[in-house]
């Protein structure tokens, strides 16, 4: 037995340090989430999943005041904190006093999320471009980029102050791997990427970064509108071989929002199933 084994054996063992330490607080205990579109879909998975990680949640919808109340009902149920603010986030005034009364309510915003996309299941066209008209068109870029831009502006300006914030925009593989009948929400997600990345250039230095979660086609209810057979060749065309589910996507929105994605900013984290990767 040489001397430095030895010592190792009569010395006592070191400490652990992380034995006194105590369970670790929820990663976002403490901190206040603004999730856009959360009514239903992405965005109520999203919320529930935040404040179940210790987030305060402001469940935001256009329409749908009912569908949000249970969110943030079934948030309550669990423990967690919400609260639900009805606006149109392409309406500037609407964002405005629904940013304002976020901050009331619950505090600075630390966690944006943008998944409202300023849209209803009819107003975008599946169909192919020669068949669209430029307002089909128009009206689903427009309101895609509204959303994100009238959000963003009201939220970062106290974000960068406050020297810290995650941003995280809600995009679509279809930036990436274009459908045929998706012309116009191809656009638009590409230039949510194209925002995501310009934003992230300007406030990161800041503290404050910004990243985009790119699912395909996702099992929600607007995904009811989309044919049967489409949807079954999107599952096909992903390597898991399956649709996503809300929940796969909050799942990395979540991770986006966290300080576990503390060096990502910038990023375009598809989450398609492998349907992008070839």
């Known amino acids: 037995m040489n001397a430095a084994h030895a010592e190792s054996q009569t010395n006592e063992p070191a400490t652990d340090v992380t034995d006194d330490a105590g369970p670790e607080p929820p990663e976002f205990d403490g901190k206040v989430a603004l999730v856009t579109g959360a009514s239903r879909g992405i965005g109520a998975a999203t919320a529930r999943l935040l404040a179940a990680r210790g987030a305060q949640v402001v469940v935001n919808c256009r329409k749908g005041a009912e569908a949000a109340q249970e969110v943030?009902?079934?948030?309550?149920?669990?423990?967690?904190?919400?609260?639900?603010?009805?606006?149109?986030?392409?309406?500037?005034?609407?964002?405005?006093?629904?940013?304002?009364?976020?901050?009331?309510?619950l505090g600075p915003i630390d966690v944006l999320v943008l998944n409202a996309a300023g849209l209803g299941a009819h107003d975008f066209r599946i169909a192919p471009a020669t068949e669209l008209t430029w307002d089909d068109?128009?009206?689903v870029v427009?309101?895609?980029?509204?959303?994100?831009?009238?959000?963003?502006r009201a939220v970062l300006p106290d974000m960068v102050a406050r020297g810290g914030?995650?941003?995280?925009?809600?995009?679509?593989?279809?930036?990436?791997?274009?459908?045929?009948?998706f012309l116009s929400l191809a656009i638009a997600k590409a230039g949510v990427e194209a925002a995501v990345r310009t934003l992230a250039m300007e406030v990161s230095p800041h503290g404050v970064r910004v990243n985009a979660v790119e699912p395909n086609l996702i099992l929600t209810e607007l995904s009811q509108y989309i044919p049967e057979a489409q949807r079954q060749a999107a599952a096909e065309r992903a390597a898991l071989r399956r649709n996503g589910t809300p929940e796969d996507v909050a799942e990395v929105i979540a991770f986006a929002a966290s300080q576990r994605a503390s060096y990502v900013t910038g990023g375009c984290l598809v989450t398609d199933g492998g349907t992008t990767m070839v």
């Open 72 to 105: 943030v009902d079934s948030i309550r149920r669990r423990g967690g904190q919400a609260v639900a603010l009805q606006g149109d986030v392409t309406d500037p005034e609407q964002v405005s006093a629904l940013v304002a009364g976020a901050t009331a309510e």
């Open 137 to 139: 068109l128009e009206l």
């Open 142 to 152: 427009t309101q895609q980029l509204k959303a994100l831009f009238l959000t963003t």
């Open 165 to 181: 914030g995650s941003v995280v925009a809600v995009g679509a593989a279809l930036a990436r791997r274009p459908s045929p009948g």
